[in-house]
């Protein structure tokens, strides 16, 4: 493994908290955040890449349990007992019904 050095840098007290914020809401730390930004300049010679805190980009809690349910269902590991509908008017019937 490298050996790594300690580096300092200054930010704007605001800067650092809403960094510090948005990169929590990405599960990263600004460590994290700058060796990644700086290993991507050293491979590509340019500003390395963008990185959305938008929420419609990252999925809440919810979203996420649906994606690993569905995912699972489809894999075959869980018995999909999703319903089936074959027009619409029964699905909508469906849905008002919950």
Same mark, same amino acid.
């Given at each position: 493994?490298?050996?790594?050095? !300690? !580096?300092?840098?200054?930010?704007?007290?605001?800067?650092?908290?809403?960094?510090?914020?948005?990169?929590?809401?990405?599960?990263?730390?600004?460590?994290?955040?700058? !060796?990644?930004?700086?290993?991507?300049?050293?491979?590509?010679?340019?500003?390395?890449?963008?990185?959305?805190?938008?929420?419609?980009?990252?999925?809440?809690? !919810?979203?996420?349990?649906?994606?690993?349910?569905?995912?699972?269902?489809?894999?075959?590991?869980?018995p999909d007992?999703?319903?089936?509908?074959?027009?619409?008017?029964?699905?909508?019937?469906?849905?008002?019904?919950?």
């Amino acid at each position: 493994m490298a050996k790594t050095v !300690t !580096t300092t840098i200054r930010l704007d007290e605001e800067l650092k908290k809403e960094l510090t914020h948005d990169l929590d809401i990405m599960r990263l730390n600004i460590n994290a955040y700058f !060796t990644m930004a700086a290993k991507q300049l050293v491979l590509k010679k340019k500003i390395p890449f963008e990185i959305s805190t938008s929420s419609n980009d990252i999925p809440n809690e !919810t979203t996420r349990k649906a994606m690993i349910l569905a995912e699972a269902k489809e894999l075959g590991l869980i018995p999909d007992d999703s319903p089936r509908f074959s027009n619409v008017d029964d699905m909508m019937e469906f849905l008002d019904g919950e």
